[in-house]
């Protein structure tokens, strides 16, 4: 039995405890949590998180059935467990259950915010309809409790970008950067990485020079996006003076920064700037992670150089941890092809054991 010293914050605890049961231990834990709490206990909080949970696992059936008690026991008084349903059925793509969601969401007078508009425009996108889309747009602006906020700008913009309205993309990106607070870091961040798909350097290099002097301190995923951008965009003597900037910035350091360089360069089949780029990795105190190691392997294999991708391969092995990065099996698979074609039976033994382990044929 729980113990808590105040009422309302041991409901709380629950819900949450509940939340992080459904996360650490699956959702059959989390029900049979929520099936044994007292009665005083399985109200709105607790309800909800339940509902988050089977939305997070996508457990269409069960969600709905579990809101249809939300509804009965007068729980699904606010917007959340509707945007909740909405994001259901956008993973799951039932787009035509969404119109049901929000005629039940007017009937019951519970007011559409920021996240069900957003939510609404990206299955209309979703569908190609854009006349949709700015219907939605028309509904906030005409909705005097909902501003159109920087999130909002930039979902329209990767919605126009996405069917190759770039005019609309643009004007939009004004709008975004007008409306955006500056001093929200991802909205900078947001706004650099849209400008680069939407092809626009210049946003992307006027963007980067607002966040610097909005900012004394850059983070590793400013950086990250930056350089993605300018990778995008084609630019890459761009994207190494950005990677000279982060070193020079001394933060922690992140795989993540290189990664994005050394994946340019060996898209582009330029392997000795991507080993200098490594042997320059190397000489510093952190150890490069699975993900580094298996891009050199990629270029190695791209240039047949077998002996140096199996190394490579080998080291993105042995640096993986239980639970994070996977090989790509089209790595393996062609790995082992040429270990078998030379008859390198031990070394194709232990990579077919890792396929095994995949679940993945080889043929």
């Not at 939340?19 to 231990?25: G, P, S, T, Y």
């Not at 997070?56 to 026991?73: F, G, P, Q, S, T």
């Not at 983070?219 to 070193?247: H, P, Y």
Request: aromatic share 8%; charged share 25%; with cysteine.
């Amino acid at each position: 039995m729980d113990s808590c010293g105040r009422y309302g914050s041991c409901l709380a605890d629950r819900a949450i405890r509940l939340d992080l049961i459904a996360k650490v231990r699956g959702i059959a834990c989390a029900e049979n949590y929520f099936d044994n709490l007292p009665k005083v206990s399985k109200i709105q909080p607790t309800y909800g998180a339940l509902l988050n949970s089977y939305v997070r696992e996508n457990l269409m059936e069960k969600a709905e059935v579990h809101m249809k008690k939300m509804e009965d026991l007068g729980y699904a008084t606010t917007t959340l467990p509707y945007n909740e349903l909405l994001t259901l059925y956008k993973n799951r793509g039932k787009f035509e259950k969404v119109p049901l969601v929000i005629q039940k969401m007017e009937k019951n007078n519970i007011p559409q915010d920021r996240f069900t508009y957003n939510i609404r425009m990206s299955i209309c996108a979703a569908m190609s309809d854009i006349d949709a889309v700015e219907k939605i747009l028309e509904e906030i602006q005409c909705n005097p409790m909902v501003d159109i906020d920087w999130i909002t700008c930039g979902n329209l913009a990767n919605i126009y970008i996405k069917a190759g309205l770039l005019d609309k993309a643009e004007l939009t990106l004004k709008e975004m950067e007008n409306n955006m607070d500056r001093r929200e870091r991802e909205a900078f961040d947001s706004l650099i990485t849209l400008y680069a798909s939407a092809g626009n350097k210049d946003g992307v290099t006027k963007t980067w020079q607002l966040l610097k002097s909005s900012f004394p301190r850059l983070t590793n995923m400013s950086f990250i996006c930056m350089l993605a951008s300018l990778v995008k965009l084609g630019d890459l003597e761009g994207a190494e003076n950005i990677f000279k900037e982060w070193e020079y910035a001394g933060l922690n350091y992140d795989f993540r920064v290189p990664n994005i360089l050394l994946d340019a360069y060996v898209k582009k089949g330029l392997m000795e700037k991507a080993e200098l780029v490594l042997e320059h990795v190397l000489e510093g105190t952190e150890k490069p992670i699975s993900k580094t190691w298996e891009i050199i392997a990629e270029g190695y294999l791209k240039n047949s150089q077998i002996d140096k991708a199996v190394h490579a391969m080998n080291k993105a092995l042995l640096s993986m941890k239980r639970g994070g990065w996977q090989p790509k099996p089209t790595n393996l698979l062609s790995i082992l092809k040429h270990l078998q074609e030379r008859g390198d039976v031990v070394c194709a033994e232990q990579y077919l054991n890792i396929l095994r382990d995949m679940n993945i044929e080889s043929k």
